[in-house]
């Protein structure tokens, strides 16, 4: 257990609708990462929030966004949804001191029909 | 061309032997390697990660970093069956974006009793 937890596991939406997906980092942890992973492959970058800021995007369209709360925790908001979007959405907290270990939550399963 | 690639798999090895996983990488001012260990239906953790040109060891595992031909490996001593997973290859390019990690496809490793 990596202390990250994420919600909902498992979703289904259709093609147009709007999601939210919610992480709370381990405890301590000020910079939480969101990743993207299509089936058989690794995980994409989509963005980090390090102090309630973006500080670093990946190449994914305007219409995923993010926030940051003051206790760290974050969301990942995806709008107009497409099927390609249908994958596991890792949520990945840190100290943000370097790069280093990233904690992963167990991810949350988004299916766009 | 692929930013992180990884020998495609699936691999397969006998129990006891050694696994030998590689990855390359096409930016030349790459700063961090990490492999990643994800097994089916979980979220990634972090093996190891190394820094500097040549070997690091770890239990069973070890590293090997190679700049100037850009690659990094790893070699699992003594295969176990609960070895079997996907391991991911991980590359940080630098700046600020501490939790921005590129990662290859993956190889499927399977130790077989």
């Known amino acids: 257990e990596t202390g990250v937890t994420q919600s909902p596991t498992h979703l289904i939406k259709t093609r147009g609708q709007q999601v939210t997906l919610r992480c709370s980092s381990q405890?301590?942890?000020?910079?939480v990462s969101w990743y993207q992973q299509a089936l058989g492959q690794g995980p994409q970058f989509i963005f980090q929030y390090y102090r309630e800021e973006e500080n670093g995007r990946g190449n994914f369209p305007p219409r995923f966004s993010g926030l940051q709360f003051p206790n760290y925790s974050s969301e990942l908001n995806v709008n107009a949804l497409e099927l390609d979007d249908s994958a596991l959405y890792l949520c990945a907290s840190s100290l943000g001191q370097g790069p280093g270990e990233l904690f992963f939550g167990e991810g949350s399963r988004l299916t766009v029909l | 061309q692929k930013e992180v690639e990884q020998n495609s798999g699936p691999l397969s090895v006998p129990e006891g032997a050694i696994a030998s996983l590689n990855c390359t990488y096409s930016?030349?001012?790459?700063?961090?390697f990490f492999w990643y260990r994800q097994y089916s239906g979980k979220s990634p953790e972090l093996i190891m990660f190394?820094?500097?040109?040549g070997d690091k060891e770890d239990g069973r595992f070890t590293a090997q970093l190679n700049k100037a031909s850009q690659y990094v490996s790893l070699l699992i001593r003594d295969s176990q069956p609960s070895d079997s997973a996907t391991y991911l290859c991980?590359?940080?390019?630098?700046?600020?974006?501490?939790?921005?990690?590129?990662f290859g496809q993956g190889t499927i490793l399977t130790v077989h009793p």
């Open positions: 405890s301590g942890h000020n910079t």
């Open positions: 930016d030349r001012g790459s700063q961090s």
């Open positions: 991980a590359v940080f390019g630098g700046g600020t974006s501490y939790g921005k990690l590129t």
């Open positions: 190394i820094y500097s040109n």
